[in-house]
């Protein structure tokens, strides 16, 4: 190893405080490891700046010195974007968390980028208000901007991208310049929408450091439903029928199969089962008003609405489970946990067009079961907007992992879902270290040559995991 680390770590310090530049294995060891759980690199070492005017000047030395950072939220990301590769500096923004201002009128907050959503929806809730990115992890708001974090309710409020009103960037130039990008404004047509180029680019086009969120108001009556159906292709007509019939009161609609349900409920403690018997597939939908609305008058909206769908030996619903509080989400926020429980698990999180997506699991159910049979699909996902993650178990039963069938399979999936569905292979997590190898892949040589241009114009100075102009 080079003088590197013993010339670097006395001028870090001098910027962020010597308390915060960690280097010992042992502090540095949370800081290699996300959502997957899988470790990163050695860094050498993990800067935690508190200030905006500290991330500039970490920007700076690093530049001149020729030093990767790699910037790092909350640990949450599931694509691997903000663990470091051997030789980077983390930087890390847990610190960055100070300011958290709600504009009630507005209904809009301007946070710090280390700001946990936890902490701004209970900041939004003192008035009547929330962030609407329902995710079963608790990331901070800079990383879900370098994620363009979807979740749960993106059928009625969309992602990220879609409630982002501004942002505070520290570019990743010799410089470290500082820009506000956007405003706090619901309407702002005023020239290229720079700001979206930082939105999903995980952490290669600059730092954010504060962020600006469109808020919504909290539901004042919510009403989940649980739908056990016959033949999984019935979700399709159950979308359809629900959204006809109730248009935006309808927040959430998941989608779970029969491993991925069975795996929650044996493996995570302190679970009802809604029925007696384990569905060939269930729907989760979630529906929510505001005051003006009562809870048995929703309740009975969706009734008459079910009704139909009901009627018959054959009918397409078997079975209906109602609830009021959120019973029904605890089931549907431990399938990771499930899954994790029952073997090795193989993610795929992809996205398909909302009438292709029960299709696409029968389809790709049968080719799994040839190519690579000890796998087993356990799919759950937001399948109201075309979500899905295809996520595969291989049990312990069926012994070591085989790594070479397994990435077999990965691109069994991805090819299907990009090449003959039109689909993508990354529907939510973003584009990560964890599948970089497929980019090239899928999106064209002239897309990329474009991406890639961008990407130097906004970062000359090389910054983050992601190269979205590789070759």
Known sequence: MSDRPARLLPRLEAIVGAGQVLTAPDDVAGYRSDGRGAGGGVPLAVVRPATADE???????????????????????????????????????????????????????????????????????????????????????????????????????????????????????????RLTLGAPLWKNNTGLDLKQLLVGSGGSMGIVTQVTVALQPLAAVQLTAMVALRDPGAAVDLLGAVESGLGTLLSAFEGIGPAALEAALGHVPGLRAPFAQVPPYAVLLEISAGAMFEAEWLEERLANLLAPLMEGEDAPIIDVAIDHRDGLWHIRHAVPEGLRASGTVVACDIALKRGDVMRFREDMAARLAAAVPALVPHDFGHIG???????????????????????????????????????SFSAEHGIGPRNIAHYPRFVPAPVRRLAGAVQRLFAPVPGGRIDFGME
């Open 55 to 177: 991330v500039s000047a970490l920007v700076r030395l690093a530049a001149a010195e020729g030093v990767r950072l790699v910037v790092q939220g909350a640990r949450t990301g599931l694509a691997g974007a903000g663990l470091a590769g051997e030789e980077d500096l983390v930087v890390n923004l847990d610190r960055l968390s100070r300011r958290i201002a709600i504009d009630p009128v507005n209904r809009s907050a301007t946070v710090d980028a280390g700001v946990r959503l936890s902490a701004l929806n209970a900041a939004a809730a003192e008035h009547g208000l929330f962030f609407p990115i329902d995710l079963g992890a608790d990331p901070s708001l800079g990383g879900m901007v370098a994620a363009n974090t979807g979740g749960a309710r993106l059928l009625r409020y969309g992602d990220v991208r879609a409630n982002l009103m501004a942002l505070d960037v520290v570019m990743a130039d010799a410089e470290g310049t």
């Open 385 to 423: 907007d075309g979500g899905l993650h295809y996520n595969c178990v291989w049990p312990r039963a069926a012994g070591p992992v085989d790594v070479a069938a397994v990435e077999r399979a990965r691109a069994i999936i991805f090819d299907a879902v990009v090449r003959e569905y039109g689909g």
